[in-house]
C-alpha cells in the first residue's frame, strides 16, 4: 500500500449500462466436522448461541469509533449481475467478490444487517480466536493492497470518509480552511455478535464479469477477533454494496442447510437498472412495504430493512403480540429486521414465550425434552418417537398489504440428535438495556427461516418481496 497522499477520488461515481449482476451465493464453513465427535447438540447449541449473540449487537449496536491511536463509473454490457451464493456450517452464507488491479478474489459473508464491506487485509493480518473453526489463522484469504495498482488510502477531507464516519468527522492535523490535507481517514472500529475488526478505509476497484465499479469505499481490516472472513454489508447505510452500486434490487434464493459446506449455490442476483421497470413487480412474489425507524439518531437502526409484521399465527390461531413489540416507538425501540447475518429468528422474551407457549399446548401430545432444551439453546424440544405421524401446526408471518410467510416445517423446526426428538428454530435471551427497558428491534428474521424462499429487496420501491421456491431443482 503506498504512503503518499492519497490522491482526489471521485465520490460515488457509477455510469453504466449494466442492470444486473449475479453471485453465486454459499453457505459458509466453520467446519463442524473439527467438533468433537461431530457433536449434533453442540453444533445446535453453537448456532444458537450466535444467534443470540447477534442479536444482542443488532439490539444494542456499538457505534463505528475512529480508533486515534490503533492504525496511524463503471461500463458493462450485463443486464443481471450474479455471483454464487453458499451455505455453510456456521449458519451464514458467502459470496465471493473480486476487488483490485489485477483482481483478488476472496469469500465474505453476506449480511443485510450491517453495511461496511470489508475484507482481511495486507500479509501481516492478525485475527485472534479464528481457530474456533478448525481454520488455520495464517491461511485466511486475504487481500493485499501493495498487490494492486488501484488501492489508494482515503484522505481525512475526501467526502468518501464521510460515508462511514458521517459530515463531522475528525481530521487531527487538518486546515479546515484548505484541501491540501495528507491525513487519512480514521481507521474504524466494527463491533460485531461474536467478534470484531479494526483497519482503514480504501478506495478500490470492484470487479465482476462483466461490470467495474471504480472508487469502491471498502475497508481494510488489518487486525480482526472471532471474524476469519470479511463482510459484504448489504444493509441500508451510504457505505453498503446496494447504495455504492446504486442498486434498484438485489434478490437472492437461500438453499437448504442440508447443502451445508458443499459445492451447491445459488445466485445473488445484484440489479443496478438498465432496463429495469420501475414500479414492477416480480410475478408471483408477496409484497410489504419497508418501514424507517422513527429514532433517526441511531444510525444503526437506520441501516437495517424494517418490515412491518402484523400478526404471527401458530396453526390457525392468532399469537396476540402487544403492538409495542410489532412496530418500532419512538425510542427506536420494537419492531421487526430482516437479517441474513442471524441463523435462527430471534425474539424479545415476551414475545418468544407466547409463540413457544401456544406450539406446547397444540403439540401438548408429545412430551417435552427439557433436558434437551438446555443442552441445545432451544425450545421447545419434543421427543415423537412411537407416533405413527407427526403433527405441527404451522409458523405464519403475516406483514402488512396482506403479505403471509407460511413457513415450510423444516424452516422452523428441525431434528435433533435422531429422529426422536425435534425442537423450534427460534431463540431468545433474558437480557435487557442498560435502561433497563426494551433495546432494538424486537424480532429479528434469520436465514434458517428463509431457506428455499426468493427474497427481494426492492430498493427502488421500498418494498420487500419474498415467495416459496425450491432453490435447488
Not at 192 to 214: H, N, R
Not at 265 to 282: A, I, M, P, R, V
Not at 368 to 381: A, F, M, S, V
Not at 448 to 459: C, I, K, S
Request: with cysteine; net charge positive.
Amino acid at each position: 500500500m503506498s504512503s503518499s497522499p492519497p490522491p482526489l477520488l471521485f465520490f460515488l461515481i457509477f455510469l453504466s449500462v449494466a442492470s444486473a449482476i449475479k453471485l453465486p451465493l454459499s453457505p459458509l464453513s466453520h467446519h463442524t466436522d473439527q467438533l468433537p465427535n461431530n457433536d449434533p447438540y453442540l453444533s445446535l447449541r453453537r448456532l444458537a448461541d450466535s444467534s443470540i449473540a447477534r442479536a444482542q449487537q443488532l439490539k444494542q449496536p456499538s457505534s463505528i469509533k475512529p480508533d486515534e491511536n490503533a492504525l496511524t463509473g463503471p461500463s458493462a454490457s450485463a443486464a443481471v449481475v450474479k455471483s454464487p451464493l453458499s451455505a455453510k456450517s456456521y449458519g451464514g452464507y458467502s459470496v465471493s467478490l473480486s476487488f483490485g488491479t489485477p483482481s483478488q478474489t476472496i469469500p465474505f459473508v453476506f449480511d443485510t444487517g450491517s453495511s461496511l464491506v470489508w475484507f482481511p487485509c495486507t500479509s501481516r493480518y492478525l485475527c485472534t480466536g479464528c481457530g474456533f473453526s478448525g481454520l488455520d489463522p495464517t491461511r485466511i484469504p486475504r487481500f493485499v493492497p501493495r498487490n494492486s495498482t488501484s488501492s489508494r488510502v482515503i484522505g481525512c477531507q475526501n467526502p468518501k470518509c464521510q460515508l462511514l464516519f458521517g459530515p463531522n468527522v475528525k481530521c487531527s492535523g487538518c486546515d479546515p480552511s484548505t484541501r491540501n490535507c495528507t491525513v487519512g481517514c480514521p481507521p474504524y472500529i466494527l463491533q460485531y455478535g461474536l467478534g470484531s475488526t479494526a483497519g482503514i478505509l480504501l478506495s478500490e476497484k470492484l470487479d465482476f464479469p462483466d461490470l467495474t465499479v471504480p472508487d469502491f469505499v471498502v475497508g481494510c481490516s488489518i487486525l480482526s477477533t472471532r471474524q476469519p472472513a470479511g463482510i459484504a454489508g448489504f444493509g441500508r447505510g451510504p457505505e453498503s454494496l446496494p447504495v455504492q452500486m446504486k442498486l434498484k434490487r438485489f434478490s437472492h434464493c437461500l438453499v437448504s442447510r442440508r447443502f451445508d459446506d458443499t459445492d451447491v449455490s445459488t445466485d445473488l442476483d445484484l440489479d443496478t437498472g438498465s432496463g429495469y421497470n420501475s414500479g414492477s413487480k416480480t410475478p408471483g412474489l408477496s409484497y410489504t412495504p419497508f418501514r424507517n425507524n422513527p429514532n433517526v439518531s441511531n444510525a444503526a437502526f437506520l441501516e437495517y430493512y424494517y418490515l412491518n409484521l402484523r400478526r404471527i399465527y401458530v396453526g390457525s390461531k392468532r399469537v396476540k403480540i402487544p403492538y409495542k413489540f410489532l412496530a418500532p416507538g419512538p425510542d427506536g425501540n420494537g419492531g421487526t429486521i430482516v437479517d441474513s447475518g442471524s441463523t435462527f429468528t430471534f425474539m424479545d422474551r415476551p414475545v418468544f414465550e407466547l409463540v413457544a407457549e401456544e406450539f406446547a399446548a397444540q403439540m401438548s401430545s408429545y412430551s417435552r425434552e427439557k433436558d434437551l432444551e438446555k443442552i441445545t439453546g432451544l425450545g421447545p424440544c419434543f421427543n415423537i418417537s412411537g407416533k405413527g405421524s407427526l403433527t405441527v401446526p404451522e409458523l405464519i408471518f403475516e406483514f402488512k398489504g396482506g403479505a403471509k410467510m407460511e413457513l415450510p416445517l423444516s424452516n422452523y423446526f428441525t431434528l435433533v440428535g435422531s429422529v426422536d426428538n425435534v425442537c423450534l428454530t427460534v431463540v431468545s435471551d433474558n437480557t435487557v438495556s442498560s435502561s433497563g427497558g426494551r433495546s432494538g428491534p424486537a424480532i429479528i428474521l434469520g436465514s434458517f427461516q428463509q431457506q428455499n424462499y426468493h427474497v427481494e429487496y426492492d430498493l427502488e420501491n421500498d418494498r420487500f418481496g419474498f415467495a416459496k421456491k425450491k432453490c435447488i431443482q
